[in-house]
């Protein structure tokens, strides 16, 4: 008798959570994309060497052209990714540079190098699924020196 009880403790269990499971794929996060003007994005400054290095570590965070995969559209983990997102973006987005004043755009490439060194940026859970966007040391070193650079004409 108790095991039966037990039994359809489980199944009930498991429909609940199916049902949830099933009902947490009809709440959609905002998931879009918006336009880059010609000429607004940090990448229209950078050299190709450092596009690249922004394309494959933080464009998916810090732009307007988030690259969505397959599993940003199952729930809960599109509610976890495109939170991720806005709060980047929120941040610093690479793709309205033009839109942050001088001092603004100072500290930001400051920032982009300290967090690079200090292995905060990018983010670790990130690395869990996108481990080629890990920046060697040469992508570091790479990073610091187009960024001092670009604060440097920024005087």
Not at 13 to 41: E, H, K, Y
Not at 69 to 96: C, K, M
Not at 137 to 150: G, N
Request: glycine share 2%; with cysteine; net charge neutral.
């Amino acid at each position: 008798m108790a095991a039966s009880r037990i039994l359809r403790w489980a199944r009930w269990t498991l429909m609940l959570v199916l049902v949830a499971f099933i009902g947490m794929q009809f709440v959609r996060p905002d998931r879009t994309n918006p336009p880059v003007p010609a000429g607004a994005s940090l990448t229209a400054k950078t050299p190709p060497h450092i596009t690249a290095l922004l394309d494959r570590s933080c464009r998916d965070c810090h732009s307007n052209e988030t690259r969505w995969p397959w599993y940003t559209n199952v729930s809960p983990t599109s509610w976890l990714v495109a939170n991720h997102v806005h709060h980047g973006r929120d941040h610093f987005n690479y793709s309205e540079w033009t839109t942050y004043d001088s001092d603004d755009q100072d500290k930001f490439l400051g920032a982009m190098c300290d967090l690079a060194k200090r292995e905060r940026m990018p983010l670790p859970s990130y690395l869990w699924i996108h481990r080629d966007s890990t920046l060697s040391p040469q992508d570091v070193t790479a990073l610091c020196t187009w960024s001092d650079q670009m604060r440097d004409t920024l005087q």
